[in-house]
């Protein structure tokens, strides 16, 4: 269940979180160490939600395809592969892997 | 008045990389959109609910992990601040590309709403101002437009596919998530935190609420008190660096 009232809270407080910035600038200034500190939770939160989100499906484990897919998105990433590369591989081993019966 | 309208080139042809880089973006994030709005109705939400989140929301990583909550059984509020916290670094970015957006309020608007990752990464790549905006504006517009499209269009496979797993579609949400991080993990106490807190997330699955593990990973970042002294610990963060994955560089 995802009601109207939810997605427009998320909304309004995402458009104000970037409309902060540009309204802001000038009269403040973020120090380096929040800066720093907002930049490692928003690198924290992806890594969380990468591991959480292809290791396990509701409080369980999501099976061997969708992280063996993920796994090597990530080596090609860290190899500077093209973005594009990146998100078919993830698909396409994973796809193939399940036609394979692993799942 | 005359320079006003002058400077705002959305297209500019002169820069064929630029326009190249842009379109590799548009792909990759048209694969996940799509990606997106077929996990979104296949788990049998409504249509317009991934829609309206494009629409109103256009926050991909925020979207995607709003969805997933409610879809894995959490609450509309888990879902809200999830997605909540994954935006705060929208704060920061639009410091960075306030000089980009300021104009006009019908240019200050939807100039606003097309900050994210990638946008802003395309215009702090650019020093001079005109194609600071330039790539900003034409990173943002075709986003914006492609995002919203393959969102549509997985919302129309996903009501006629009913497994989409067979695609393999579920495994793009956290390569994307991971190829985005990816860059900013260049230091060794930005791997240990990022590695913490996603520790933290999934040890805490089984036994947690939905979308709480994952605001619980963020004392994560406690592991970066220590290193507080140590002034090249947190470099290489930020959006310029993500654009190194995001923009497909040699």
């Known amino acids: 269940m995802m009601p109207i009232s939810a997605i427009l809270a998320l909304a309004v407080i995402t458009f104000g979180f970037r409309l902060a910035g540009p309204l802001l600038r000038g009269r403040v200034t973020v120090p380096a160490a929040a800066e720093r500190l907002f930049a ?64 | ?69 409610v879809l894995a059984g959490g609450s509309p509020f888990t879902a809200v601040a999830a997605g909540a916290v994954l935006n705060t670094r929208l704060f920061p970015y639009g410091l960075a590309v306030a000089d980009v957006v300021e104009g006009p309020w019908w240019r200050r608007l939807p100039g606003t709403h097309v900050i994210t990752d990638e946008s802003v990464a395309f215009a702090l790549r650019q020093s001079e101002p005109g194609r600071r905006r330039a790539a900003f504006w034409t990173c943002g517009a075709s986003l914006f437009v492609v995002w919203n499209v393959a969102v549509l269009i997985g919302v129309a496979l996903g009501s006629v596919v009913r497994d989409t797993g067979v695609f393999g579609l579920d495994a793009t949400f956290p390569a994307v998530m991971l190829a985005l991080a990816l860059p900013t993990l260049t230091t060794r106490p ?10 933290i997330a999934v040890a805490l699955t089984p036994v947690l609420p939905v979308g709480l593990p994952l605001l619980a990973a963020l004392a994560g970042l406690a592991t970066r008190w220590r290193g507080r002294r140590d002034p090249r610990s947190g470099g290489g963060t930020g959006p310029a660096a993500k654009l190194t994955q995001v923009g497909g560089e040699p």
């Open chain 1, 40 to 103: 490692d939770a928003a690198t924290v939160l992806l890594v969380a939600l990468a591991a959480t989100s292809a290791l396990l499906q509701g409080h369980g484990f999501a099976g061997w395809a969708r992280p063996a897919g993920v796994l090597v998105a990530g080596i090609l990433a860290v190899r500077r592969a093209p973005f594009p590369v990146v998100v078919i591989a993830a698909a396409a081993i994973t796809a193939l892997l399940r036609l394979a019966g692993v799942s």
């Open chain 2, 1 to 69: 008045m005359r320079f006003l309208w002058r400077t705002p080139r959305v297209l500019d042809a002169r820069d064929p990389r630029l326009l190249r880089d842009v379109g590799l973006v548009c792909l990759a994030d048209s694969i996940v959109g799509v990606s997106f709005g077929a996990s979104s109705v296949a788990g049998h939400l409504a249509w317009w609910v991934p829609v309206a989140l494009s629409v109103l929301v256009f926050a991909g990583g925020a979207q995607i992990a709003a969805v997933g909550v």
């Open chain 2, 190 to 199: 930005a791997r240990v935190t990022a590695g913490t807190g996603a520790i």
